[in-house]
């Protein structure tokens, strides 16, 4: 199970950091962020692996979203800097028992039950 905290309001030029907790261990495990806003399909944002050597953003973020995690809590999380209102989304955070990292969220079956993020102008 996957538990994402730390969403909110905040406004353009904010910052918030995203956390997802996992109830079992996810070291050997790619990690990854997706957003979906109102109206919009489901869109990658970023993606870790196991070993946090590899990391991959979307275009979108490059630059002003880090992903990062911590394999002896279990813990993934997206700290967003310089956040625009086109950020505002539902954020999930996902798992695939894999070794490489991928932005096709149908190869991640397991998610978290999402988690708002609103910017405002």
């Known amino acids: 199970q996957l538990v994402e905290s730390g969403g909110g309001l905040v406004q353009a030029g904010g910052s918030l950091k995203l956390s997802c907790a996992a109830d079992g261990r996810t070291n050997t495990y790619v990690l990854g962020w997706f957003r979906q806003a109102p109206g919009k399909e489901r869109e990658f944002v970023a993606a870790i692996s196991w070993s946090s050597i590899t990391s991959d953003y979307a275009d979108s973020v490059k630059g002003r979203f880090t992903i990062s995690r911590d394999n002896f809590k279990d813990t993934l999380y997206l700290e967003m800097n310089n956040l625009k209102p086109e950020d505002t989304a539902v954020y999930y955070c996902?798992?695939?028992?894999?070794?490489?990292?991928?932005?096709?969220?149908?190869?991640?079956?397991?998610w978290g039950q999402g988690i708002q993020v609103t910017v405002s102008p």
């Open positions: 996902a798992a695939r028992h894999h070794a490489r990292t991928t932005r096709d969220g149908q190869d991640y079956p397991n």
